[in-house]
């Protein structure tokens, strides 16, 4: 954002500069209206019309932008807090398992591990392929 505003700070420099630069008189007509400035005076209004029209135009999507961040916000709060909740439920049944296991007098019991993915390859040979020596 702060790179726009700097390339539009320079941009506005750089529109004066040359809009001093050309002070030749001319005349503009729109319609039946007419009007005769400096050429500065038209472009420096030329250009402001344009930055008006401009920020006009693009002011509706910054706002659905702006409600959509904030609407975001929110559910990820309420996603974070259900996340906090799950995790105080799973302690606590971790804690319940662990008293159960104590009270029938199994505490040392380890946990089950499962086994690891099982490949194609060795659904169809039936054996582990990480023994055999590859094929060629």
């Known amino acids: ?39 500065a005076l038209v472009l420096l209004v030329a250009l402001g019309l344009g930055v008006l029209i401009a920020g006009l135009l693009s002011s509706p999507t910054v706002i659905r932008g702006q409600w959509t961040v904030s609407r975001l916000r929110h559910q990820v709060a309420a996603l974070e807090e259900m996340l906090d909740q799950q995790h105080l439920r799973n302690n606590e049944l971790a804690a319940e398992l662990a008293e159960l296991a104590h009270i029938t ?32």
């Open 105 to 136: 007098g199994n505490p040392d019991r380890e946990p089950v591990e499962e086994k690891p993915y099982v490949g194609f390859r060795e659904m169809l040979s039936g054996g582990d392929d990480a023994k055999r020596p590859p094929s060629v």
């Open 1 to 39: 954002m702060h790179l726009m505003l700097i390339l539009g700070i320079v941009f506005a420099i750089g529109a004066v500069v040359f809009a001093l630069q050309n002070n030749v008189s001319v005349i503009v007509s729109v319609a039946l209206w007419q009007f005769e400035g400096s050429l």
